[in-house]
């Protein structure tokens, strides 16, 4: 079930794209301003409007930590905001001048993506604040993008329907015409699938366009084999031209906004419709599910933001949760995946703090209830007695956990435990399988792409003697 918590109504003029960080809430509009709200109890920061762009502000998006704010106007700029007071960081001029249409941060906040109405697409380095490399979309304005998990390769769509595959050199690997009537929005969930065909970690993409259309696609990114884009299937719940699509942060859902006034929020593995919300009155121009709480945003030409809370009871209401723990040393969880293990002891309200202070897993095993009280200030102590206890019960956890698998051990291909390990003539070994298959496709190098002077697979003995070894003492 999805509740109507709160409206914002602030913007005198439309509402063009809303955000999420872990404790604000952005929204930005043709009235030219960015307003940023508290998520704690919806109200406008001190700060808030912002005010800068001359023209109207097209798309607005936090870096990962939270503490940045992009935003990006028809006056052909990029701006940089200090999300904790307010204060302008940076105007970054787009080549030309040409109307921004979109802006994203890369999943490292290595880089800032702007795409303009010319088609010319902009990497910003964020520590520089100079532009690190240019390219162009073949025809059209390019109106959406989105980063891989990794950060190594971005997907642009185009208002002509293309969908375009880069790295982040701005090599231009993969081109695919995907709505006909062009391409209104994409956005690639951070949670892999696997493909049984192969055994490669495919990630899912969702794109939706002027065609009425929202298509699901299943995407590679490789390093060493490239990028390969699939189709998976096409949604067809709206009546007239898709504006918005996003992922919530588990993957288990999509949400839509339409020319239809209408919220759609599909179930991503059976492709159901969950909810249809017809709240707003005018077009639904932006829709965005918070990352650490059961929070969905739309924002519309009506001027308004509604504010909906998912029901928790249901199996994907929108919460992340740290996959299968033991596949991942606590010691090396980052922010986001301290974040979500809050999330699932009930500790949503501490996302926000634990993210202003850069607690990673490290930092989590570390803290005492001295540093929750002195450097966090914590003030009650059942609030922090709770907090302890959870960690100590997440130390015990960890005691009767497995050792990770030895990355030698793990298939190039698959990067699951070899069985049967041979020895390619690139030197390195794969399990016979997946090598098999990957050699009755192509004849070059799973780690290398250079040719294989020969198709020979030779049994790895060794190793799988060690393999052997290994499983041995797991089971003591």
């Not at 031209?241 to 992922?247: M, R």
């Not at 956890?397 to 051990?409: A, C, L, R, Y």
């Not at 294989?452 to 799988?464: A, G, Q, V, W, Y």
Request: contains cysteine; aromatic residues 8%.
């Amino acid at each position: 079930m999805a509740t109507l918590i709160h409206t914002l109504a602030d913007h005198s003029d439309d509402v063009n794209y809303c955000a999420f960080s872990s404790s604000c809430l952005a929204t930005c509009s043709l009235d030219k301003t960015i307003r940023v709200y508290s998520l704690s109890n919806f109200t406008e920061l001190p700060y808030s409007p912002l005010k800068g762009h001359t023209y109207a502000v097209h798309c607005c998006c936090f870096s990962p930590s939270g503490r940045v704010l992009a935003s990006c106007s028809t006056d052909g700029t990029t701006a940089l905001w200090d999300a904790r007071d307010g204060r302008r960081l940076a105007v970054l001029e787009q080549p030309r001048a040409s109307p921004v249409r979109v802006c994203r941060f890369s999943p490292e906040a290595t880089y800032l993506l702007s795409g303009a109405a010319d088609g010319s697409v902009v990497l910003w380095n964020t520590q520089s604040l100079k532009r690190y490399r240019s390219g162009n979309v073949k025809g059209g304005s390019l109106v959406a993008c989105s980063f891989s998990p990794n950060g190594n390769f971005f997907v642009t769509g185009s208002s002509s329907g293309d969908l375009t595959i880069w790295d982040d050199k701005m090599r231009y690997l993969y081109n695919e015409k995907a709505h006909d009537l062009g391409v209104t929005c994409c956005d690639i969930s951070s949670h892999p699938v696997s493909d049984s065909e192969n055994g490669f970690k495919y990630f899912q993409m969702a794109s939706c366009g002027q065609d009425n259309q929202i298509k699901l696609w299943l995407i590679l990114f490789a390093d060493f084999i490239g990028v390969e884009l699939k189709y998976k299937c096409t949604l067809n719940g709206h009546s007239a031209p898709v504006l918005a699509c996003a992922f919530s942060c588990d993957g288990q859902m999509i949400v839509s906004g339409s020319v239809d006034k209408c919220v759609i929020i599909y179930e991503t593995s059976t492709g159901n419709t969950l909810h249809t919300l017809s709240q707003h009155t005018r077009y639904v121009t932006t829709c965005a599910f918070a990352p650490h709480s059961p929070l969905l945003a739309t924002g519309s030409m009506d001027k308004t933001v509604h504010i909906w809370q998912l029901d928790l009871r249901q199996p994907c209401a929108g919460q992340c949760t740290v996959e299968n723990e033991s596949k991942v040393a606590v010691e090396e969880w980052s922010e986001d995946d301290v974040s979500a293990w809050l999330c699932a002891q009930d500790l949503a309200d501490f996302v926000g703090l634990f993210k202003m202070n850069n607690i990673d897993g490290k930092e989590l095993l570390n803290l005492t209830k001295e540093s929750l009280a002195n450097e966090l200030k914590i003030e009650s102590l059942g609030r922090r007695s709770k907090v302890l206890q959870k960690i100590e019960e997440l130390k015990m956890t960890m005691n009767s956990v497995s050792v990770p698998i030895p990355d030698e051990f793990l298939c190039p291909i698959t990067r699951e435990l070899m069985n049967d390990p041979v020895i390619a003539t690139d030197g390195y070994s794969y399990e016979r399988e997946a090598m098999e298959n990957w050699i009755s496709n192509r004849r070059s190098s799973p780690m290398t792409n250079l040719p294989l002077h020969s198709l020979m697979l030779t049994p790895n003995r060794t190793l799988k003697m060690a393999i052997s070894r290994w499983l041995e003492t797991q089971q003591k």
